[in-house]
């Protein structure tokens, strides 16, 4: 176990890496600019701007505050050490507060990780099966299902969009609002193609089966940053109107008011059936839209978008960031950033924080990587 001194000695160097690699003294005026913006006169006279001011601000605070406080304290951990001389019950409180400030280094990593321009902001989340036929539906319902029981675990409000029943199990598809602090930030980490492997318990004779499903991710944008709808060619799009089922809740109005939108060139799809009338569902089918190409666009997240969506690429081998294995054995798996783990059943019941976390620290040191070599 290594000693106060050396503990004191690592923490430093971490912070020291990180004060760099974070540019926490630019951060750091730019909040003093900011600031200055928010006590100006008239700053509310435009609330999109000032309301983009404040994200902004609040997403600079996230690193450069406990940033402050970890460097402050660790100092006077050290020069509490130095005059311990011996006093065992003092340097026992030194370890514990080292131990806190850890912990807390370890979460400013990822809140250097939650700092993207959309990251605080709310998201749609949607599910359809791909390869796989029932198996595959089934199999979205059990992601849909997960995503669900994580979001309520971590605090988040959700909004069921669309559940489209399959024709004889699972979901054909499923959208979802998620809404809380840093909700786009967590949920960027699953997007992607999910595979699962298992017994088919729609398969009388009882073999094993790989189905696929693909997990979108597409921040809410306001209405001022985003795509303008007027502006979309309708001809590049289909609107295509449906009778609303699934697991909506017992308020969806049972008529052809669900609608379909989908844009052609790059056969992006989104859909609402949550709302009374059809031309409320079309104006939020249309709003998801909007972002989904905004986010497009924006290519925040170009080489995910592509492997998902850019040439509408099979939902299938080749494509899958996460593996699920219910049979030879249990394991679930993040191709990307390595972690896994043996309990399945209770990831798939929504314990979800550790993939989050590890694909957060894994983007971070891709991230740190390209502009080391840029």
Known sequence: MSTPTERIKTIKHQISEFQR?????????????????MSAPGFWDDQVSAQKVIGELKLLKNVVDPFHEIHAGVQACEELLGMAEGDEATIEEIVSELEGFEQRYEQLELSLALSGE????????????????????????????????????????????????????GLQSATAMIK?????????????????????????????????AAVEVTPEIPDAAMVSVDSLDEKEFRIDTYRASGA??????????????????????????????????????????????????????????????GERGTVGWGHQIRS????????????????????????????????????????????????QGS
């Open 180 to 212: 809380g602090e840093m909700a786009y930030g967590s949920f960027k980490a699953e997007m992607g193609t999910h595979r699962l492997v298992r017994i088919s318990p729609f398969n009388s004779g009882g073999t094993r089966e790989t189905s696929f």
């Open 248 to 309: 909506g809740g017992q308020h969806i109005n049972k008529t052809d008011s669900a609608v379909r939108i989908t844009h052609l060139p790059s056969g992006i799809v989104t859909s609402c059936q949550t709302e009374r009338s059809q031309v409320q569902n079309k104006d939020k089918a249309w709003k998801m839209m909007a972002a989904k190409l905004q986010q497009v666009q924006d290519a925040e997240r170009l080489d995910e978008l592509q492997a998902l969506q």
């Open 21 to 37: 690699m974070a540019g926490t003294e630019a951060k750091a005026l730019r909040i003093g600019e900011l600031e200055g913006r």
């Open 324 to 371: 699920y294995v219910l049979h030879p054995y249990q394991m679930v798996k993040d191709l990307r950033t390595g972690y896994e783990t043996s309990q399945v059943d209770a990831v798939l019941n929504g314990d979800l924080q550790p993939f989050i976390d590890s694909y957060l620290r894994w983007r971070l040191g891709k991230n740190l990587e390209a502009n």
């Open 118 to 169: 959309y990251d605080a902001n709310d998201v749609y989340l949607s599910v359809q099966p791909g390869a796989g036929g029932t198996d595959a539906r089934d199999w979205a319902e059990m992601l849909f299902r997960m995503y669900l029981n994580y979001a309520q675990k971590a605090g988040f409000s959700v909004e069921v969009i669309e559940a489209e029943e399959g024709k004889d199990a």
